[in-house]
C-alpha cells in the first residue's frame, strides 16, 4: 500500500496547490484611482513584469475599473462636486465636457464575480496578462469515493482480446486532475475576424484516476488511468444584436486538437484522437449550454485498440450548467449518444455546494450511467454513484 501513496501523493498534492490558489478577483473591491494605480505598481513591481504591470494599467480605464463619473454633476465654480462617496453605481463611463472629477473619485474593480461562466472560464472579456507558467482550472478537479453495478474484470475490444481476470472490487477512489494555460492571446488575422472580442490558444491537461483503496485482496491496484492533453483556440463571439444578448448567439466557440489514452500494454490499452469544434451558449445569466461534435481520426487497423469506440461514445457530448446567483452551487448535466439505431449513450450529473462559507472548498456529488465511464469501459454499461470534494468550478 505504501508504493501506491507514493505514487499518488504527487498528484494529489497538484490538485490542492493549482485549485486553491487564492483568486483575490471573486469579489469586487471599491478603490480610489490613486489606490487602483497603485495596486498595479505594487503587484508588478519588478522590470520582469513590465507587461503585467501596464495590462494592469490598462484594465483601470477598460473593462476592470469603471469611474463612475456621469453620475457626478457638472462642476461650476458655484456648485462643488458631490462627494464621491454617495454616488450610485452606473455602467456608462461618459463624461460631461464640463465635469470635473475630483481627486477622490471611486472607482470600482469589477471582478470575475460579473462575469458569466463561459466569460470566467475562457477569459472571453479582454485579453488579460497571463502566459503560459500561468495555470488555471479547466474541468473539475475532485476527489470522490465512488461505487460502481458493473465491475468490468475482463475488459475487452475487437482488436484486443482478453480472459484475464482483475478481481476488482466495486469500490474505487476517483480523482481528477484538469488544468489549462494559455500560449497565446490577440491571435494575428484571427483578432481581426468580424464578431470576434477575444482570441486565444490554450494548452490543457486532464487525468483521470481510479483507485482501488479498499481492495486489500488484490494489493490496491490502481485499476485505470485516463491522460488527455489538449490544445484548444478559443474565441470569444459578440452575442449582442443592438445591445441586447442573444441565445442562439454563442458566446463562445473553441476549436480543438485532443489525444486521450489509459498508457496500458495490449490487451488494455486504449487510444484514441480526435478534432472537435465547440460552441458555449449563455441561455440566462446563469445557465450555459456547451455543444460539442467531434471527428475521430482514423488509425491503422493494426495500430487500433477500439476500433468500435464512436459506436459506445459518440460523435460528441452535450454539457449543460446551471449556478445559483451567489455561485454557492452548480449543477452540469453531461449527455452523450451515439445517435443510432442500436442505441447507445451515457449520462453524468455533477452537484457541487459550497462548505464551511470557502470559495474554493466544494461537496461534490456525481451519479452517472451508461457506456464510456472510464476509457478501458468504453463498451460497458454502468450505473457510477460518488461523493467527495472538489476545489475550484
Same mark, same amino acid.
Given at each position: ?74 462642476a461650476t465654480d458655484n456648485t462643488p462636486a458631490k462627494d464621491a462617496g454617495a ?10 465636457? !464640463? ?29 488579460? !496578462? ?107 463571439? %459578440?452575442?449582442?444584436? %443592438? ?71 459518440g460523435y460528441g457530448d452535450m454539457t449543460v450548467r446551471w449556478e445559483t446567483e ?68
Amino acid at each position: 500500500m505504501t508504493q501506491y501513496f507514493r505514487i499518488l501523493w504527487p498528484q494529489i498534492l497538484l490538485i490542492l496547490l493549482f485549485t486553491m490558489t487564492p483568486m483575490h478577483l471573486l469579489s469586487a473591491e471599491i478603490l480610489t484611482l490613486e489606490e487602483a494605480l497603485n495596486r498595479c505598481k505594487d503587484t508588478y513591481p519588478t522590470q520582469l513584469q513590465a507587461k503585467k504591470r501596464l495590462a494592469c494599467f490598462d484594465s483601470i480605464s477598460t473593462p476592470a475599473i469603471e469611474m463612475k463619473a456621469d453620475a457626478i454633476p457638472a462642476a461650476t465654480d458655484n456648485t462643488p462636486a458631490k462627494d464621491a462617496g454617495a454616488i450610485a453605481p452606473t455602467t456608462s463611463t461618459s463624461v460631461p465636457a !464640463d465635469a470635473r472629477i475630483p481627486d477622490a473619485t471611486i472607482a470600482i474593480i469589477k471582478s470575475n464575480v460579473d462575469l458569466s461562466y463561459l466569460e470566467r472560464k475562457w477569459r472571453l472579456t479582454s485579453e488579460g !496578462d497571463w502566459d503560459i507558467s500561468d495555470f488555471e482550472t479547466y474541468k473539475a478537479n475532485y476527489l470522490l469515493v465512488t461505487k460502481n453495478n458493473n465491475v468490468n474484470n475482463t475488459p475487452t475490444s475487437p482488436s484486443r482480446p482478453n480472459t484475464g481476470d482483475r478481481n476488482l472490487d466495486s469500490e474505487d477512489v476517483k480523482f481528477q486532475l484538469s488544468l489549462k494555460s494559455e500560449i497565446l492571446n490577440n491571435i494575428p488575422l484571427i483578432r481581426d475576424l468580424p464578431y470576434v472580442t477575444s482570441s486565444r490558444l490554450w494548452g490543457a491537461y486532464t487525468q483521470q484516476s481510479y483507485w482501488q483503496i479498499f481492495n486489500a485482496e488484490a494489493s490496491r491496484p490502481l485499476r485505470e488511468n485516463n491522460y488527455e492533453p489538449e490544445l484548444i483556440l478559443s474565441l470569444g463571439i %459578440d452575442n449582442e444584436v %443592438d445591445g441586447v444578448k442573444k441565445e442562439y448567439i454563442p458566446r463562445m466557440l473553441n476549436l480543438g486538437v485532443v489525444h486521450q489514452s489509459n498508457g496500458r500494454d495490449n490487451p488494455l490499452s486504449r487510444s484514441w484522437n480526435r478534432v472537435y469544434l465547440e460552441g458555449g451558449f449563455e441561455l440566462t445569466d446563469r445557465l450555459s449550454l456547451l455543444v460539442r461534435p467531434w471527428w475521430r481520426i482514423p488509425e491503422d487497423r493494426e495500430d487500433d485498440d477500439n476500433p468500435d469506440i464512436e459506436k459506445y461514445m459518440g460523435y460528441g457530448d452535450m454539457t449543460v450548467r446551471w449556478e445559483t446567483e451567489n455561485r454557492d452551487t452548480a449543477v452540469s448535466l453531461l449527455l452523450r449518444n451515439n445517435l443510432r439505431s442500436d442505441n447507445k449513450g451515457f449520462a453524468q450529473i455533477d452537484l457541487q455546494q459550497r462548505v464551511f462559507n470557502n470559495p474554493y472548498l466544494k461537496l461534490h456529488l456525481l451519479a452517472s450511467t451508461g457506456y464510456g465511464d472510464t476509457l478501458l469501459d468504453y463498451n460497458r454499461s454502468q450505473n457510477v454513484l460518488g461523493i467527495g470534494i472538489s476545489l475550484g468550478e
